[in-house]
């Protein structure tokens, strides 16, 4: 799996309530049927932060990371609206390329 691939999954489990890592890849797990490997669950989590685009929910500094709950910030959630709406275009273009009728 890509990183932003990755990045586009914890944005989205993110966008229904805050989570911790360990949750955030359970709610990965339910929507896609696999788990993200640590490396990537937490690289993803790193790069969405130092972006703005997810924050602490807690704001307890001394919290480790793989325990701190983290949520969806306002630029966030505009940064999973515009890539979705991206992906939703171009599911409906494949589909009807394979003679496929969008749902």
Same mark, same amino acid.
Not at 73 to 97: C, D, H, I, K
């Given at each position: 799996?890509?990183?932003?691939?990755?990045?586009?999954?914890?944005? %989205?489990?993110? !966008?229904?309530?805050?989570?911790?890592?360990y !949750?955030?890849?359970t709610?990965?797990e339910?929507?896609t049927?696999?788990?993200?490997?640590?490396g990537?669950?937490?690289?993803?989590?790193?790069r969405?932060?130092?972006?703005?685009?997810?924050e602490p929910?807690?704001?307890?500094?001394?919290?480790?990371?793989?325990?701190?709950t983290?949520?969806? %910030?306002?630029?966030?959630?505009? %940064?999973?609206?515009v890539e979705?709406?991206?992906?939703?275009?171009?599911?409906?273009?494949?589909?009807?390329?394979?003679g496929?009728?969008? !749902?």
């Amino acid at each position: 799996m890509h990183s932003n691939d990755a990045q586009m999954l914890v944005l %989205t489990v993110l !966008a229904e309530r805050p989570l911790h890592g360990y !949750a955030i890849n359970t709610a990965i797990e339910e929507l896609t049927g696999r788990k993200l490997g640590p490396g990537s669950l937490y690289g993803a989590l790193s790069r969405l932060e130092a972006r703005g685009l997810i924050e602490p929910a807690d704001q307890v500094p001394e919290a480790r990371e793989r325990h701190r709950t983290m949520q969806i %910030t306002g630029p966030g959630r505009e %940064t999973l609206r515009v890539e979705l709406e991206q992906m939703a275009r171009v599911s409906r273009a494949g589909l009807s390329a394979l003679g496929i009728a969008p !749902a």
